[in-house]
């Protein structure tokens, strides 16, 4: 859908296509009524006046049951100067599947993903840019933001114990994966260029909170360049995690994760076969 006639549905564009514009920034947003508003008037303020380059912008609603999609159309027609798109989900497929679908359906040459909750500083994708545009080799490169530097700031001290002994826990098991060299897989704010884009997104399994993770493998098996980058970040009420169910669920991906690329069922290649 898009500002001009927000009841006529637009083709989508493909990620296989060539990019159209600079940059897209893709939010997945769940039932994000409270917190969606401030996030992309601040990341609007960037894109027109912090920066020259052309963008899009595309809310993927993930099947939420408040009234997120009325909410992102009514600020796509508020901010007519701006290519905001909204993808509607039908059903709820979760944070993977929702920020998948976005980048398979995307027009930017670098693609940024960023959560509906305002809890990084939009700004900060200078640093990502910046920081890909040194590693990047053939066209290929991502950068994540990274909160691991605030490790033993007050913004995480001040979170629970039992978070923060998840956290340790979750890092564990990630080093047997062998990712362990990336301190923060699950901030955020990721930057990739398209072509990792193309290598990364369509076979991607995971459409939970671990997706993050499989991203991160398969940019490690695919000798992906990847920088980390310490952002800027606070934490913000209203997060949808729940720690224990969510803790769980998380732990069962990874072994699913570890299980399917050991046993060869999931292997990275450079296919485009399983697309949307
Ligand atoms: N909780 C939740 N968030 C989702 C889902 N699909 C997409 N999201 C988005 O994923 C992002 C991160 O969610 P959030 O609850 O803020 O998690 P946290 O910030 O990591 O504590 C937000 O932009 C959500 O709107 C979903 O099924 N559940
Ligand atoms: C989303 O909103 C609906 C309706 O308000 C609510 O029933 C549901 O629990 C919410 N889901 C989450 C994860 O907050």
Redesign the pocket.
Known sequence: MCADSPTKPLQLPSLFDPPSVALSVI??????TD??TPMLEAALEHLTSGSTRSYEVVI?D??SKDATVALAISLAQKHPESDIRVVKLDH????G???RHGFLHSRGERLLM????G?SRFQDVELLWKAMDDIEKDGRSIAVGSRAHMVNTEAVVKRSAIRNFLMHGFHLVLRTLGVGHIRDT?C?FKLFSRKAAQEVFPTLHLKT?VFDVELLIKAQLLDIPVSEVPIAWHE?A????SIVSDSLGMFKDLVILRLNYALGRWQVTRDREKRD
Do not use: I, T
């Not at 939010?27 to 994000?32: D, G, L, R, T």
């Not at 960023?114 to 909750?117: E, G, L, W």
């Not at 209203?238 to 995690?241: F, H, I, N, R, T």
């Open positions: 939010v997945p947003a769940y039932n994000e917190r969606l993927v993930d099947g709820n497929v979760g944070k599947g929702a920020v960023v959560d509906a909750d809890a699950q955020g909170w913000v209203g997060s949808k995690l």
